[in-house]
Each structure stands twice: as C-alpha cells, then as structure tokens.
C-alpha cells in the first residue's frame, strides 16, 4: 500500500464501496486501502464516514483525517496530520494484519 507526502500531510489511495451492509477493511486494492462503509454517497455522507472509520481504526484524532481528493469517486486520497509516513504505513499494516487474523482472509 502507498503512503505518500501531500501538501504537507501524509496521504493514502483509498478505494470505497458505500451503501454496503456493514462498516469494513476489506484489503489491500492494487496500491490503495479498499474500505466498505454503510452511508451512501450523497450528500458527503460517505466521506464524511471513511473519515471517522480511518481516524477511529488508525487511532488518530477525527480532525487529522480528511477526505483531500476524490469526493465524488470511488477512488480517494486522504491526507493525514500530526503523524508521519513510517507510522501511518505501520498502522495500516497493523490494521490489515488484524483484519487477516479476525477473518482468515489473505
């Protein structure tokens, strides 16, 4: 998974499915994080749940995560403050890891 510098923020592709039936990592997709949230998309109402789910699972303040590109797609970036590249990519491994364990998926 890329982790990368923005704008002064650390950054990282998430791919989204709204409207799903439950709130879940599903993995890794192709270099970004694949996310299931149960809001729909209008009215921000996804976005707005991918960012209180990421700062909720990566243990990072609501107000560090934030939608920066991809509103309206499924395909986001979302810039974080207040942490850096190695810590970011190491508690997205670690949530992935948990992920693998509590489901036996690979």
């Avoid at 982790?3 to 709130?23: A, E, I, N, Y």
């Avoid at 109402?45 to 243990?59: F, G, I, K, M, S």
């Avoid at 934030?66 to 309206?72: E, K």
Wanted: aromatic share 4%; glycine share 10%; proline share 5%.
């Amino acid at each position: 998974m890329r982790v990368f510098p923005g704008g002064g923020k650390v950054c990282v592709g998430v791919r989204v499915s709204p409207s799903s039936s439950r709130v879940e990592v599903r993995g890794p997709y192709g270099e970004r994080l694949k996310v299931a949230l149960s809001a729909p998309p209008e009215d921000n109402r996804a976005n707005h749940q991918l960012e209180e789910v990421l700062a909720e699972w990566l243990d990072v303040g609501r107000e560090q995560v934030g939608v920066q590109a991809g509103h309206a797609s499924r395909d986001k970036v979302v810039a974080f403050t207040g942490i850096d590249q190695a810590e970011l990519r190491t508690r997205l491994e670690r949530l992935l890891r948990e992920r693998q364990e509590r489901t036996g998926a690979r």
